[in-house]
Structures are given as C-alpha cells and as structure tokens.
C-alpha cells in the first residue's frame, strides 16, 4: 500500500517563536556565503608555494606519514573522488586553508619530489616512485586533475569559520580532540595554553612521544591541568565536553596573572620533590594522562592551600601501591576517581593521609 504522507499541524507564522527562529536562520545564512571552484593539482601546489593558499596558526601540524601520503596520490592517479576542500578568501585576496591541509601539503611534497610512494595496494608498480620518474603521460594527467574546492567568502565572519572548522573535524576520526579545539577554540586563552605547552621544563618533567606531541598532546595535558584545577569537583563524564566548554568559558578573558603563577609554581614542585617528574621512570618516553592529572592538580591545590609546603618523602606514597590504584586507566574518567586520584595527591603533600 502507499505511504500517506504525514501531516503536520498548522503553525501560526506569525508567533514570535516562528519568527524569531526564522530571523536567526537569515542572519546566519547571510554570513555564510560561499562559491564551488575546481582548480587543477598543478594550480593548487602553485598558489600553496606562493602562499596564495596558506594555512592559518590555528590548524594542527603535518601529521600524515608516508603510507597516508602515498594513499592520497594513489587515489588522484586512480581519479577516485576526493572529498571538496574548505578555503576562506580574505581581503588581500589570499585564501586561509580552512579545511584540506593534509591533502595540499601532500600534493606539493609529491610535485616537488619530497614523497616516494610506498605501501599502495593497487598501483602497486608505482611503489617507490618518486613524481619525476612517473612517466611524463600520467604526470601530466595527474597535474591536470580537477580538485574542488569550496570557497568561503571574506564576509564569512571568523566566528563561522572556525564552527566549520570545528563540525568538519569533529564528525571525523582524524583529529584528536586537542587539535580540534584548537583550531575551533582559537583565541587567546589558547594562546596562553600553547605557550604553556611549549614552557621547556614542562617538556623535560612530562615525556611525550614525538607522535604524540605532534597531535598536541602536551597542549592537551595543560589544558586538563587548568580545567581541573579550576573545575574538577563539576566535572560529571564527558572529558571533550567538560574542556571544551572551560576553554570556551575562558576564551577572551581569564586570570592570565594567577594562572601563570600556579603554573609555574606547581613545576617548580614537581621539578624539586619529584625523582621522575610526572614520569613512572627515569626512562619512561611517555607520561599517562591519569598520572599527570592527579600530580600536577594534587599539587596545585595543596600549594593553594601551603605555599610554603615542602613535603614529607614523596616516594613513599608516590610509589605505593594506593597511588598505583589511584591512577590506573580503569574508569579514569569517573567523576569519582577523578576526585579521588586529585585528592589523594593534595592530601598526602599536606599530610592529611
């Protein structure tokens, strides 16, 4: 049988509920206007040297190894579709690489002979290549492909650029939730938090992997640092959620002064009581998240409360078993064990344990 199409009740278009919905939906609509433009490879790589098409502070570092790198051209060279790339022109007539970063980068490390190709799974007799030695037919097939682009025009305010930005990454699996919020969360309490990040003796107390600090996991670590500090006891489950809104919270106006000062004081802490920093050993290449937030927290809000405090021996708890529970992976993000592993550190710093 037929579906009967399902009927909706009649609104009254002029309440102030229909109304006001519609103004928002126009307001917005205005401020988003783009074009669709389709610009050969070589056109591309040519405008990204030139740095006609660059790539704003707030996009996350070349991330894509070389299997990555080498899937993408097999793709061109396969003429696969490629999913449209966002731009911004602003008013100098450049365009701000909203989103395709990875990709354009890709493409003009491959022209200019930076990328050998590995690992492709169907043009399999192109492993090893570098673009000077594809043969000159396919080379010029491969620069004379089509790529579209979507180009946001330069009234499309900042604030829409970044929520795009941010929904294009946040429905993805490629960015880490740090990356994301830093590109979406621009501003300057996310400056402060990447100076922070960079602080060299945060770098030498809290290992990371080159991986990993290339995903922006120290920036990722200090934010928990300052969200914690500031909000652990309302943290409920969702860690992104919970950082995003304190970044957001915090984004044009924060007390940059104290904020600073614990900083500083609570490395200052770990540097001096410490043997490892917020590392397990002396040799550990990695610090766990858990572990970080229950010291560096733990010892900030002791600090709040002693600023002179100078510690009974920190190995003793530091390498108890208690401790070790305290910052097992297991329910890490329980709003319970959060407190629990925080208070534990401040505590046994002031001699409440």
């Known amino acids: 049988m037929p579906r009967t199409v399902k009927k909706h009740p009649v609104v009254a278009m002029n309440s102030p509920r229909i109304a006001a919905a519609e103004l928002q939906i126009r307001q917005i609509q205005r401020d988003i206007r783009f074009d669709t433009r389709d610009f050969p490879v070589e056109t591309i790589v040519n405008r990204f040297h030139a740095d006609s098409f660059f790539i704003p502070p707030y996009q996350r570092e070349f991330v894509w190894n070389e299997s990555e790198q080498s899937q993408f051209i097999e793709s061109v060279f396969m003429g696969l579709p490629i999913p449209m790339m966002f731009l911004a022109e602003d008013a100098d007539g450049t365009f701000e ?5 990875q990709r354009i980068q890709t493409l003009a490390a491959f022209l200019d002979d930076d990328l050998k190709l590995r690992d492709l799974k169907q043009l399999t007799k192109l492993n090893g290549f570098i673009f000077s030695e594809v043969p000159e037919s396919q080379r010029n097939k491969f620069v004379s492909r089509a790529l579209r682009l979507v180009i946001l025009d330069q009234e499309t305010s900042d604030e829409n650029r970044r929520e795009l930005f941010n929904r294009i990454n946040k429905s993805g699996r490629v960015l880490t939730p740090s990356e994301r919020r830093r590109g979406a969360l621009e501003g300057k309490f996310m400056r402060f938090l990447e100076t922070c990040s960079k602080n060299r003796k945060f770098i030498s107390l809290c290992p990371v992997s080159k991986g990993m600090a290339k995903r922006k996991e120290p920036l990722e670590l200090v934010t928990r640092f300052f969200a914690y500090s500031e909000r652990y006891q309302e943290f409920i489950h969702n860690v992104d959620g919970f950082l995003d809104a304190f970044v957001k919270d915090h984004r044009t106006s924060f007390p940059q002064a104290r904020f600073t000062s614990e900083f500083k004081k609570m490395l200052d802490f770990v540097g001096k009581f410490f043997p490892y920093g917020f590392a397990k050993s002396p040799t550990a290449k990695t610090t766990p998240r858990v572990r970080f937030e229950a010291l560096s927290v733990g010892v900030n809000l002791a600090l709040r409360e002693d600023r002179g405090l100078i510690p009974s021996p ?35 710093l002031l001699g409440n344990l």
Do not use: M
């Open 97 to 101: 690489i909203v989103d395709g970063a």
């Open 314 to 348: 920190v190995v003793e708890w530091i390498e108890s078993e208690a401790f070790k529970l305290q910052t097992t992976t297991h329910a890490s993000n329980s709003p319970i064990r959060l407190a629990n592993r925080i208070e534990y550190v401040r505590d046994c």
